[in-house]
T-cell receptor
């Protein structure tokens, strides 16, 4: 069975501080892993994806994530938070043609 | 990049009426599309998989007679909420994988349904 766990439903950081959003997965086969961002009343926008190439994946808006098989993790980071980063973030795993989403992490950026 | 649109972006209807939501892939063909439902402050819940030219596949617990799905062409899937009730109020999102790039889903902007 495939699943994704996002630790922390709410994360608050100060503007300019490091952003760390946690995601752990379980998968019976090598997974494809994704991070999506959702702004209020909008659909999901792909931030980055891991598809078994480089373990450190760089995405849009300065975000990156590292695939760690030993820890079954795919945490999302950004060195310096910006006010515009405030949004809902979803980790997802795809092991075929179906996605399984985490419950989401709401990021608040404090000025 | 691949673009998926949804129409309408929001709709308000009376209880008992039916509402149709369209999902279109604008610059690519999609033999498969997915419909999700999202409650406030919650994650996406997969409702069904829409297959072009064949019946949709529904997830457990989703009433297929209430949520009618039609995948009429390679760029259009529709979700019809029949006899809508207030508990059907939600944010409905569709997605589609691009042919040949099956590892990535492209999401529509969502449709906010409010049933009075």
């Amino acid at each position: 069975a495939q699943s994704v766990t996002q630790l922390g439903s709410h994360v608050s950081v100060s503007e300019g501080a490091l952003v760390l959003l946690r995601c752990n997965y379980s998968s019976s086969v090598p997974p494809y892993l994704f991070w999506y961002v959702q702004y209020p009343n909008q659909g999901l926008q792909l931030l980055l994806k891991y598809t078994s190439a480089a373990t450190l994946v760089k995405g849009i808006n300065g975000f990156e994530a590292e695939f760690k098989k030993s820890e079954t993790s795919f945490h999302l980071t950004k060195p310096s938070a910006h006010m515009s980063d405030a949004a809902e973030y979803f980790c997802a795993v795809n092991t075929g043609n179906q996605f399984y989403f985490g419950t989401g992490t709401s990021l608040t950026v404090i000025p | 990049g691949a673009v998926v649109s949804q129409h309408p972006s929001w709709v308000i209807c009376k209880s008992g009426t039916s509402v149709k939501i369209e999902c279109r892939s604008l610059d690519f063909q999609a033999t498969t599309m997915f419909w999700y439902r999202q409650f406030p402050k919650q994650s996406l819940m997969l409702m069904a998989t829409s297959n072009e030219g064949s019946k949709a596949t529904y997830e457990q617990g989703v009433e297929k007679d209430k949520f009618l799905i039609n995948h009429a062409s390679l760029t259009l899937s529709t979700l019809t909420v029949t006899s809508a009730h207030p508990e059907d109020s939600s944010f409905y999102i569709c997605s589609a994988p691009r042919a040949g790039v099956t590892d990535t889903q492209y999401f529509g902007p969502g449709t906010r349904l409010t049933v009075l």
